[in-house]
């Protein structure tokens, strides 16, 4: 399996990152995307990702788009090219619900990245929360592949991102039971061939692991129990979804 999203530069995972990897490995965790949020987090991930033979991403994202420099475009083309462990652009977007930028300023770091996606012909890690009219609306504007990442949409956001290409990535939020039941409900919608899994990493610790962990901290060994959520919802064998979302991971990301 391929972790499709976690947050290794996260001070969760700073006192024990190499045995949180190595717990990984032994899980049949292949390789893992780690995500960039700033240019600083994007960095680190580089970093990482060379010190482990992992892949990573380099972005802005919205909850830190008030903070992005005039140079944005330049600096993450140069982080980008700097690591041939560098593989997208992100995680950058839209988030609407808690809105720690203002929104106009969120939607011009988005198109910004977008804009240097679709140049470099790098694919996009989206993020989106309570945005999809005005994120789809940015789309319109480029020609971009990515995945759109930690999806918690509507029927009808998901048919737009599916009708435009996107991959969709699925975290532990599929597990909840409270929460999950509105995404649960779309799996069956989501083709195998477009699906991503991810934990999100220490986020979305997945409930339906039993035991329960003592630490509530996610980490990717536990990206198994997406892959069994799914493939339960959608009455197949968990094998198929675990190739299949390995080899989606490697058409998008790995070229």
């Known amino acids: 399996m391929f972790d499709a999203g976690v947050?290794?530069?996260s001070s969760q995972f700073s006192s024990d990152l190499a045995e949180v990897i190595a717990r990984a490995k032994n899980a049949g965790i292949e390789s893992m995307l780690a995500i960039g949020c700033d240019?600083?987090?994007s960095e680190q991930s580089i970093s990482l990702a060379?010190?482990?033979q992992l892949y990573c991403t380099a972005g802005v994202h919205p909850?830190?788009?008030k903070d992005a420099p005039d140079t944005l475009y330049d600096d993450l083309l140069t982080l980008l090219k700097s690591s041939d462990r560098a593989i997208a652009v992100g995680e950058c977007g839209l988030d609407f619900n808690r809105d720690f930028s203002p929104r106009p300023i969120q939607q011009s770091v988005c198109l910004t990245q977008l804009q240097l996606a679709e140049a470099i012909d790098y694919p996009v890690y989206l993020h989106e929360r309570d945005a999809h009219d005005a994120l789809f609306s940015l789309l319109q504007e480029v020609?971009?592949?990515g995945v759109l990442h930690c999806f918690t949409g509507d029927h009808n956001a998901?048919?737009?991102y599916l009708d435009y290409g996107l991959m969709i990535?699925?975290?532990g939020w599929v597990c909840d039971e409270r929460r999950g039941q509105a995404l649960q409900d779309l799996i069956q919608y989501i083709p195998l061939d477009r699906l991503l899994l991810e934990t999100d990493a220490p986020y979305l610790l997945p409930r339906t692991i039993s035991p329960k962990p003592k630490s509530r901290r996610n980490e990717p060994m536990y990206l198994s129990y997406v892959a069994e959520q799914i493939a339960h919802l959608k009455q197949c064998p968990v094998t198929e979804v675990m190739s299949t979302t390995s080899a989606n991971f490697k058409q998008l990301f790995v070229r």
């Open 39 to 41: 240019l600083t987090s």
């Open 50 to 52: 060379e010190q482990y």
């Open 143 to 145: 020609n971009v592949q």
């Open 169 to 171: 990535g699925i975290t």
């Open 158 to 160: 998901l048919r737009r």
């Open 7 to 9: 947050n290794l530069t």
């Open 63 to 65: 909850h830190d788009a």
